[in-house]
């Protein structure tokens, strides 16, 4: 990577911002676009897909502005990827590139990473990107029992899925037959090039028109302000070792279901020296069998977002910020699974990150930083089986916890650190053969504070036909804990027919039969005693909390 | 007027301003009037106006329709001034408004703000009853628990009752029961049922857009009646329409058991008479560009119809940002918010570049040039330091503008940090402005799947004639119309709507698991409500109905509305249905996916009268009787030197829009002030007043 230097000739700082807030409206243009063309209700209802565009070195120049932090971050290390293993000359114009490498990508198998070379007047400038959760790849459907990446789906290696403008049949057929509905899938392949087409033209206008004839200086400048921003957020923190913790529940191991579960421990350092600041995850549990192992390049993702979020908030995202951070995730542990583990829980822990890094610096960051909340990890339940009518169905559904409280104010009902919103109950019971009994806020779930966590819901389900199920899910064992004096949000929970499941259960409900998803509350930020009892107040006549809340969960 | 001559009154109530518009019935415009709104008490800024009216020969014995646009609703969301509202729902759900749809909207804003709902959870009761998706009654209502609910309810004294069930939107039998047992506890309390009020699937928007019509029923109820009495009191023995936030009119009686449909009542009215504006031009599609002292909005306009968008929000938290406010689920007229307006602040952001907006000066302090005691430099200021706005012009000339106090603030603020020039600073804001309005234009076009390349752009509001020409050739555009009688666009928009009435209700299924029986009695039911009410709205002929339904295939979200083959549907209809919607999913997405079965969501009936508009279509008999010539011959040559961003200094012609006639042509560089705002006509440009009125630029005429 190119060091920062000054401009020469430096770029006038008004066209800057003019060209800066115009590649943000181009890949906004892109997002909508694959928004709006896709299929599968992972995109729709759940905006599991991120749009960016990227310099011709593998630097991140402009994101969407919602859907998911992680696969933003991803897409320039695939393009990093890319730029190793093929020569210059390979990379033509009309090519897209694909692939599921988890290693290489998001960290799990399920998600397609697609890039596309830009080129102005035969020569390379950039790069377009869009990654998405595809609604089926084959495999093993379970997500907590997979033993290794072949079972997971149909491997596809960075490859070209277009060359020179011409489609790779042999690749499409290929993942047209592997997978169990190939409309929807294939679909929102066609959704994701779609939304990188119109990039490739406005890029080129765009240059066209402040007559650039590479996009690097540019990229440097953006880069360059981004960088000294977060410089000068990292200098205040006073220069020392800061570690932090988290303590989180056991998962299934596949060939041993019965097998004692210990807790997995996530451990970060982080060392502040100057402008500069290192993440290690040195000292964090080691890689656990079946699915529940993140990836490196998933825990660096949401270690720098979660960094970025807190330091140098609501700037337009680029690489340049990531510049002073380095992260190191030690292979062949929890936060950094080898080659070929299975890859479809990598949520579950890779979520989890975050948390270890507030807590290591919220003794010096204590207006910045979140309390552990109730989605992290994600609570994923799939659904599959037969419908009404008797065909088969697959479908993923998220359900949010209470997210963590934070200096500014309590926490909600949402996702975080991804972002992943609810389905619609009358859209689930549409297509899904159940009946939702309730879907509640759980009472005096929220992690009392100065400020609380968010409220974790509950979740009943009612067999209509028979159907099985695949729970990722954590901090059942250990709750969401506050920060600062925050007391913990209430443990989650899940029961089958009133039995509690253990996390990570895939399972069957017979016809008749009920399951029961209680998320976890958010913990809380300060000491409750300094709430301002108006809210308790209010709360309490609303019944969101009890007369008792606070003073129980503070033992 | 001549005497006796019958006519029609628009009344737009905005922030600010109250607009009126009369127009005889034979399509000659009459007159119009601007007087001061009256916040807290609107009907006494009408009656103000309707006086002045009244004055200049205007007698309201001889109206034959008032319709009226108001941005009551949306304020008394806004403000939280409405109703003590109690919400009754399906057991296990009373959570609904409370989670919303658990999405952080944008995910680089660690402090994120979600509006509370607008009943809190106290007054949110469950009755115990369920219906399954396909109908199936799981649970019975209990009909006496549910009457100890409403008892519970009317006991804590709320103001009106919100119904909303799970799958109410086609299987209603619970809602109507629970909605008779209200009314028999209570005589006149108001009651707002979700199958009425909004008969779509998704119960988080539906609950929403429910509980927001209970919560400002009681004002708009008052407010309307008092509106009637006091039109009565003046003479006035025709009836009242409203205009809904989607572009029709309703009576009053409607307006008052619906008055969700008033959301954005007002902007609404504007987006029509773009509309118009682009008709009369010989322009079928237009882009509307509104830009004001705080915002700027702007609507697509296609085969003269504006764009509907069906999931709008009001009282954002963010304004810019989508997913911040509360859903208001019934269509509304899309009206995109594009960026900021005139009071708009620039300064530099933490990366040392210059950012304008969201944070705006308002109209206290306003602008520094004001001299109001504003110190930060705005769009209005960057404008005048580039010699845009005459100091002398504003407002008609009835406030004088500060050039120096504007200089003051952009060279200490912009100019000197950043090592420019006043005027290269007041450029750079101009552009930042420009540049940002026309790329969410572009994006939002993208999102409507609309290439805007060959649409004209309709220009009005204080600020939007000065950044028209940068919009427009941002956006490739080359064609900008300045209407005529800008101020009082909305009123005039008021006059131009048809008497039009949309029902609509969810019958989701697959294409072929349709039943038959079930879509023609619905189609049928749909049909005689929206016959029956321009009946009694005085509509007997020229009904004019469109059947549409909103399909996607199978599997997607993002519904396209499909016409409907004559009623009644059969297998052949249904066949060709699904032909059709391939077409139609085609023309919008470019590509046809024939081999996927197809679905079928909310079915539409829209039946309307005769278009209104043709009262325009005549030009306007004062403004065609004096004939054509160049501008700059007909009045004394002044000039001004100005800085205009993307051409740099250069000296403008400046012309009065008064002194310009019907076929009147002006070639740029130009400025015609218009006493409500400065229309810059750039090199190159040259444009001709049409026969209504409308000064029509080409912006690159001469080359």
Redo the contacts between chains.
């Keep these: 990577m190119s060091n920062p230097r000054p401009l020469n000739p430096p770029i006038d700082?008004?066209a800057?911002?003019?060209m800066?807030?115009?590649l943000v409206?181009i890949v906004?243009?892109a997002t909508?676009?694959q928004y709006?063309?896709?299929?599968?209700?992972v995109v729709?209802?759940a905006?599991d897909f991120a749009c960016s565009v990227m310099d011709r070195r593998g630097g991140t120049l402009a994101n969407s502005?919602?859907?998911?932090?992680s696969f933003v971050a991803t897409q320039a290390v695939t393009l990093r990827s890319l730029l190793a293993r093929f020569d210059a000359g390979e990379i033509r114009d009309g090519d897209v590139f694909i692939t599921n490498d988890p290693w290489i990508g998001t960290g799990q198998v399920m998600d397609l990473t697609l890039l596309r070379p830009i080129f102005r007047d035969g020569r390379l400038v950039a790069f377009a990107g869009s990654v998405a959760h595809a609604p089926d790849l084959g495999g093993v459907q379970r997500w907590n029992t997979s033993t290794d990446v072949f079972e997971e789906a149909i491997f596809i290696p960075l490859m070209k899925l277009y060359e020179g403008g011409s489609p790779n049949r042999t690749l499409l057929d290929l993942i047209a037959a592997n997978t169990r509905i190939p409309?929807?899938t294939i679909?929102d392949l066609?959704a994701q090039l779609?939304a990188m087409r119109?990039i490739t033209s406005r890029l080129v206008s765009l240059m066209d028109e402040y007559g650039l004839e590479s996009l690097d200086p540019l990229a440097d400048d953006i880069y360059v302000?981004?960088e000294?921003?977060m410089r000068s957020a990292i200098a205040g923190i006073p220069d020392a070792t800061y570690t932090g913790e988290v303590v989180s529940d056991g998962f299934p191991d596949p060939l041993d279901l019965a097998k004692p579960r210990d807790p997995i421990l996530i451990r970060a350092t982080v060392v502040v020296a100057g402008e500069e600041m290192r993440v290690g995850f040195a000292g964090s549990s080691t890689q656990q069998p079946g699915s529940f192992n993140s990836i490196w390049t998933f825990t660096e993702a949401y270690t720098l977002?979660g960094l970025?979020?807190?330091l140098?908030?609501?700037?337009?995202?680029n690489a340049g910020f990531y510049r002073p951070i380095s992260v190191d995730c030690p292979e062949g542990s929890v936060v950094n699974a080898r080659f070929p583990a299975a890859t479809l829980s990598r949520h579950a822990v890779g979520h989890q990150v975050v948390d270890a890094v507030y807590a290591a610096l919220a003794p010096v960051l204590p207006g910045?930083v979140?309390a552990q909340g109730g989605s992290a990890p994600s609570w994923d339940l799939i659904l599959m089986g037969k419908d009404?009518?008797g065909r088969p169905f697959n479908r993923l559904v998220i359900i949010?916890g209470g997210s963590g409280a934070?200096a500014?104010?309590d926490g909600?009902?949402?996702?975080?650190p991804a972002?992943?919103?609810?389905t619609?109950?009358?859209?689930l019971?549409?297509s899904v053969p159940v009946?939702?009994?309730?879907?509640?806020?759980i009472v005096d779930s929220a992690g009392p504070g100065r400020h609380r966590g968010g409220f974790g819901?509950r979740i009943?389900l009612r067999a209509?036909n028979g159907f099985g199920f695949s729970l990722i899910n954590a901090r059942v064992g250990h709750a969401p804990q506050g920060l600062l004096g925050g007391q913990p949000g209430r443990r989650g929970r899940a029961l089958l027919d009133g039995q509690e499941i253990p996390p990570g259960t895939d399972g069957e409900v017979p016809a008749g039969h009920q399951l029961v998803i209680e998320t976890p509350g958010g913990g809380g930020m300060g000491p409750v005693i300094e709430r301002d009892p108006r809210r308790t107040a209010i709360e309490m006549?609303?019944?969101?909390v009890t007369a008792s809340w606070g003073s129980l969960q503070s033992d | 007027m001549k005497r006796g001559e019958r006519f029609r009154v628009g009344i737009d109530v905005g922030g600010t301003f109250t607009d009126l518009a009369a127009l005889g019935n034979d399509g000659q415009e009459v007159m119009v009037e601007k007087v001061l709104t009256t916040p807290g008490h609107p009907w006494l800024g009408i009656r103000a106006g309707l006086g002045r009216m009244a004055a200049r020969g205007l007698d309201m014995e001889q109206a034959s329709g008032v319709i009226h646009g108001t941005t009551l609703v949306t304020n008394a969301v806004i403000e939280r001034r409405g109703a003590r509202v109690g919400l009754i729902c399906t057991?296990?759900?009373?959570?609904?408004l409370?989670?919303g749809?658990?999405?952080?909207?944008?995910?680089?804003?660690?402090?994120?703000?979600?509006p509370d709902p607008l009943v809190?959870?106290?007054s949110r009761r469950e009755v115990d009853e369920?219906i399954?998706?396909?109908g199936t009654v799981?649970r019975p209502l209990d009909t006496t628990q549910a009457r100890v609910v409403i008892r519970s309810l009317l006991a804590e004294d709320v103001e009106s009752i919100a119904i909303c069930l799970?799958?109410s939107?086609h299987h209603p039998q619970h809602e109507i029961v629970l909605k008779s047992l209200v009314r028999e506890e209570h005589r006149s309390i108001p009651i707002s049922v979700s199958h009425e009020v909004l008969p779509q699937?998704?119960?988080?928007?539906r609950a929403s857009g429910t509980a927001l019509n209970a919560y400002v029923q009681p004002i708009v109820h008052e407010y309307l009646q008092q509106l009637e009495d006091g039109l009565r009191a003046l003479g006035c023995r025709c009836p009242l329409y409203l205009m809904t936030s989607s572009g029709g009119t309703i009576t009053v009686d409607t307006a008052v058991a619906f008055p969700i449909q008033l959301m954005e009542s007002g902007p609404a009215a504007g987006a029509l008479v773009a509309a118009l504006i682009g008709r009369q031009a010989g322009h079928a599609s237009v882009v509307s560009f509104d830009m004001g002292g705080t915002t700027a909005k702007s609507c697509v306009i296609q085969s003269h119809r504006p764009l509907i968008n069906k999931a709008p929000e009001v009282a954002r938290q963010h304004r810019m940002k989508k997913?911040s406010g509360i859903p208001v689920g019934v269509p509304m007229v899309d009206l995109l918010e594009i960026g900021a307006g005139g009071g708009s602040i620039a300064e530099l952001?933490?990366?040392?570049?210059?950012?304008v907006g969201p944070r705006s000066a308002g109209a206290e302090p306003g602008p520094a040039c004001y001299r109001l005691g504003g110190q930060e430099p705005t769009v209005t200021d960057a404008n005048m330091v580039l010699g845009l706005i005459s100091p002398d012009s504003f407002l008609g000339g009835s406030m004088q503008l500060d050039p120096e106090a504007a200089c003051l603030v952009l060279t200490e603020k912009i100019a000197q940090p950043?090592g420019?020039k006043p005027v290269?600073a007041g450029a750079?804001i101009h552009?930042?402005v420009t540049?940002?309005m026309a790329?969410?234009t572009?994006?939002h076009a993208?999102?409507l799947?609309v290439d805007l390349r060959s649409y004209s752009l309709v220009a009005y509001g204080g600020a939007g004639p000065l950044h028209a020409y940068g919009v427009a050739e941002r956006l490739g555009l080359s064609t900008v119309v300045f209407p005529r009688n800008a101020g009082v666009l909305s009123a005039t928009g008021l006059l131009a709507a048809p008497l039009a009435f949309e029902f609509v209700r969810s019958y989701?299924a697959e294409l072929d698991?349709i039943d038959l029986a079930t879509v023609n009695a619905l189609l049928g039911d749909l049909e005689s409500k929206a016959r029956g009410l321009l009946q009694r709205s005085g509509v007997s002929e020229d009904i004019t109905l469109e059947r549409t339904v909103d399909m996607c295939?199978s599997?997607?979200?993002?519904e396209v509305a499909t016409p409907l083959p004559e009623p009644p549907l059969t297998h052949d209809s249904i066949r060709a249905l699904k032909l059709i919607f391939d077409v139609t999913y085609e023309s919008a997405?470019?590509?046809r996916?024939a081999?996927?079965p197809a679905s079928c969501l909310t079915w539409r009936v829209r039946g309307s009268g005769p278009a209104a508009d043709r009262w325009w279509r005549t030009p306007h008999e004062s403004a065609a009787r004096t004939g054509g010539g160049s501008a700059a011959e007909q009045s004394p040559q002044r000039t001004r030197q100005v800085f205009l961003p993307g051409h740099g200094p250069i000296e403008c012609r400046v012309i009065a829009r008064e002194a310009l006639t019907v076929a009147s042509d002006v070639r740029g560089p130009s400025l015609v002030e218009d006493g409500s705002s400065t229309i810059v006509i750039p090199p190159r440009a040259a444009g001709v007043v049409d026969p209504w009125g409308n000064l029509v630029v080409e912006l690159a005429a001469s080359c």
Aim: proline share 6%.
């Design positions: 700082a008004v800057v911002r003019l800066w807030d115009r409206s906004d243009e909508v676009t709006r063309t896709a299929f599968s209700t729709q209802e905006n502005r919602f859907g998911l932090p409309d929807l679909g066609e779609a119109p302000r981004s000294t921003a977002y970025r979020l807190i140098v908030p609501d700037l337009p995202n910045a979140i009404l009518r949010n934070r500014a104010g909600y009902t949402w996702c975080f972002n992943i919103s609810n619609p109950i009358e859209i019971e549409t009946l939702c009994e309730e879907k509640a806020v819901q009943s209509r006549e609303d019944g969101l | 057991k296990g759900f009373r959570d609904v409370y989670f749809r658990e999405f952080r909207y944008d995910v680089y804003d660690p402090d994120l703000v979600l809190p959870r106290a369920r399954a998706a396909d799981v799970l799958h939107y699937v998704r119960e988080y928007e997913g952001d933490p990366v040392g570049l210059l950012r950043m420019l290269e750079a552009r930042v540049d940002n790329e969410a572009r994006v993208a999102e799947n989701p698991a295939y599997g997607q979200r993002y997405y470019g590509r996916l081999q996927l």
